[in-house]
């Protein structure tokens, strides 16, 4: 039942922080001149969006946390190799999720400001800066979820407490994963091995925890 729930939070986790991310970088505010960031911010509706965005992203930040808690559980459990992994996973995954906050933070945090003050005034140049620095907070995010996913497949490779594929899967995942977050804004790779996990983990109840023939050769 643990590893259910915390798969269903990898699931809730993926969809809230892709449909998030969409909401707040979708306008990339950094390219807009002086006229149309004010534009922009002054109209409601996209106001709206913003703080829906960034509540997304921080119930996906949380939901992150719970999924982590659930996969670090069942490595530690596995009672092989997979041990010595899971702490690496657990370290980097609440990194990953910590820079999620911030990342939606200065994304939504003119909105949110013009929102809450009626005093305040829109400086477009400190606007392009908190997008800009949230973009690199989420691609620190990307990189500690890389080093979750890289445990992960390590830890699959001594042990029997997931699924082997999804430890190819995560090798595989690494490489496109850094090249999105370097020339996209970094939205599906890391989602949809989450959503992977997520699936490994739901049926992964009674396993074997014994050694994997791959882990004999290693």
Known sequence: ??????????????????????LLVSAELDRYDDAQLAAYVADSSNRTSDIAGLA??????????????????????????????????GAAGSSAASLLVVAASLFGSTSLTVFYSTEFTVDPDLAR??????????????????VVVAATSMAIRGSASLPRWLGWLGLAAI?????EAVVLYPVFIIPIWVLAAS???????GRSTQ???MSATT
């Open 56 to 89: 997304l992203m921080f119930s996906g930040a949380a939901l992150y946390l719970w999924f982590i808690g659930g996969l670090r559980s069942r490595l530690v459990g596995s009672e092989s190799r997979a041990v010595d992994w899971a702490w690496l996973v």
């Open 199 to 205: 699936l490994a983990l739901a049926t992964s109840i």
């Open 129 to 146: 800066l908190t997008v800009i620095t949230g973009a690199f907070a989420l691609f620190g995010s990307v990189l500690f979820s890389c």
């Open 175 to 179: 490489p496109l994963a850094v090249v």
């Open 1 to 22: 039942m643990k590893n259910v729930a915390a798969a269903v939070a990898g699931l809730l986790s993926s969809v809230c922080v892709v449909a998030g991310i969409l």
């Open 211 to 213: 050694a994997s023939p």
